[in-house]
């Protein structure tokens, strides 16, 4: 299994700026996924970030409010801009397993906006 | 859209089995899954099941799937307290190429 790391764990902030969320995985890995979990809600796909590649956006989700890094096959960042309270909620990174049928996840990273 | 269903809520009895359904909508779903998330934690993959398979069992873990009737069910054995989380099921889409989630079930179980 993969072993994800994501920082920062928890944050509060304040509406209008900006968080950048950093995701670390322990081996080398083709396709990271960033992840929304809402208050009490399942978890929505934002998007997919290949290296070398732009990455690319689910329905309802833009890249000027949710730019992505992928610098390379084992790091990605995923960026909260010009923030509401409306964007607190729970980001996960998530990435696909050695045989491509699994999906392991990271501890997420917990977004209050005041 | 695709949609995947799951009732929100389970109590148990400790030492009791439990059993968490879950409906799916993609006849062209390749895998299914079950992930637990513990209170402030992300979500830890528990198994998953490839859809030509009927069960597959894992400890005190059993899934059960009807591919006819778009039906995933996991079975836990003897319940812990240890066990009360959140179960969300998941398929991979074919036809999205992605995972969709449930909103998951929050199992209590209790003494």
């Known amino acids: 299994s993969a072993v994800i790391s994501q920082k920062p764990s928890r944050d509060i902030c304040q509406r209008g700026t900006s968080l950048t969320i950093q995701c670390q995985v322990d081996?080398?890995?083709?396709?990271m996924f960033w992840y929304r979990q809402q208050p009490g809600q399942s978890l929505t796909l934002i998007a997919t970030?290949?290296?070398?590649?732009?990455?690319?956006?689910e329905s309802g989700f833009v890249i000027d409010k949710f730019p992505i890094s992928r610098p390379n096959l084992t790091f990605s960042t995923l960026t909260v801009s010009n923030m509401s309270p409306e964007d607190s909620s729970i980001y996960l990174c998530?990435?696909?397993?050695?045989?491509?049928?699994?999906?392991?996840f990271g501890q997420g990273t917990r977004l209050t906006v005041v | 859209g695709e949609d995947v269903e799951q009732s929100l809520f389970l109590s148990v009895r400790e030492g009791d089995s439990s059993v968490i359904n879950c409906t799916y909508t993609d006849s062209s779903s390749t895998y299914l899954y079950w992930y637990k998330q513990e209170p402030g934690a992300g979500l830890q993959l528990l198994t998953y099941i490839f859809s030509n398979m009927d069960m597959k069992q894992d400890q005190r873990l059993t899934v059960l799937l009807n591919k006819k009737d778009k039906h995933l069910s996991l079975r836990i054995a003897d319940t812990q307290t240890g066990d009360s989380a959140i179960y969300f099921c998941a398929e991979f889409s074919g036809g999205y190429n992605k995972l969709i989630f449930g909103a998951g079930t929050r199992l209590a179980v209790h003494p």
């Open positions: 081996s080398q890995v083709t396709m």
């Open positions: 970030a290949n290296q070398g590649s732009e990455a690319t956006y």
């Open positions: 998530s990435v696909e397993g050695q045989g491509g049928t699994e999906a392991f």
